[in-house]
């Protein structure tokens, strides 16, 4: 059975800091580019972070880059995503997902495939 498992939200004051895990079973993480997704209510899901499963390359939305940093350790078959100086308008459903990078001379965006999600963690901050 393929599954993706996300785990690490909570809840946080601003400024603080949480890692999010992505754990795989049923198929094998590093044969592929995978996102963090993000979606909270009244708003459209976000990706926010990307890394390539050819070079660990990364990509990072404008609202978290310098805060999120994405990794992966292949032995454990899981992607991380360590977010720092945490904002109330981080406060979603994080998600991960197999994804690829669509580059336009307009944007860059984390688009997810092949339809496979995890339930989430929620991430709360606030005072």
């Known amino acids: 059975q393929v599954q993706l498992v996300e785990s690490g939200g909570g809840l946080v004051q601003p400024g603080g800091s949480l890692r999010l895990s992505c754990t795989a079973s049923?198929?094998?993480?590093?044969?592929?580019?995978i996102g963090w997704f993000r979606r909270s209510p009244g708003k459209e899901r976000e990706g926010v972070s990307f890394?390539?499963?050819?070079?660990?390359?990364?990509y990072y939305a404008d609202s978290v880059k310098g805060r999120f940093t994405i990794s992966r350790d292949n032995a454990k078959n899981t992607v991380y995503l360590q977010m720092n100086s945490l904002k109330p308008e981080d406060t979603a459903v994080y998600y991960c997902a197999p994804a690829l990078l669509q580059t336009t001379m307009a944007a860059i965006t984390i688009i997810p495939q092949h339809d496979v999600w995890g339930q989430g963690t929620q991430v709360t901050v606030s005072s």
């Open positions: 049923g198929f094998t993480l590093d044969y592929y580019d």
């Open positions: 890394i390539s499963s050819r070079d660990a390359s990364t």
